[in-house]
């Protein structure tokens, strides 16, 4: 084999080595400030309108940490924001028994944030899509409360 095609082989996988390394360096992993500091309330999941009386929420921190309710536990993880592309990790939940309908949500809930590939907001609400662009889950933002502001 060539010496020169191994060596320039070698210095072109360096250098797209650089650049993703680069590029994963360069990303900024934060929410964008129009979700971030938050709580949105669920509204839609799989296409069906939520059950106001069993409330769901997310909240996006500015240090990539995000947190929420699943209807039943508080549930926590990571999310990394790229763009539009946002991938939940490390999800976690505490583990209290609920009636049976709040114990669906979550199931429910936990699996779409695991299927996350995508956010966008219109309209004053947040939309996560999966694979291709499959609608998950829509929210509305929370409300302030009145001592709030």
Not at 28 to 34: C, E, F, N, Q, S
Not at 49 to 73: H, K
Not at 98 to 104: E, G, L, S, T
């Amino acid at each position: 084999m060539d010496v020169k095609f191994i060596n320039s082989g070698l210095r072109l996988s360096f250098v797209l080595l650089l650049m993703l390394a680069f590029r994963a360096w360069a990303a900024d992993p934060a929410p964008p400030k129009d979700v971030a500091g938050r709580a949105w309330v669920l509204v839609q999941l799989n296409g069906e309108e939520a059950d106001a009386t069993i409330r769901s929420t997310v909240e996006f921190a500015p240090d990539s940490r995000a947190s929420g309710t699943t209807g039943c536990n508080r549930w926590f993880g990571t999310a990394m924001f790229d763009g539009s592309s946002l991938v939940f990790s490390g999800v976690g939940a505490t583990r209290m028994a609920c009636p049976q309908a709040a114990m669906d949500r979550e199931a429910a809930f936990t699996r779409m944030l695991g299927q996350v590939r995508s956010w966008k907001i219109a309209k004053e609400r947040l939309a996560l899509s999966g694979e291709e662009g499959a609608p998950l889950a829509v929210f509305r933002p929370e409300a302030p409360s009145k001592g709030r502001r």
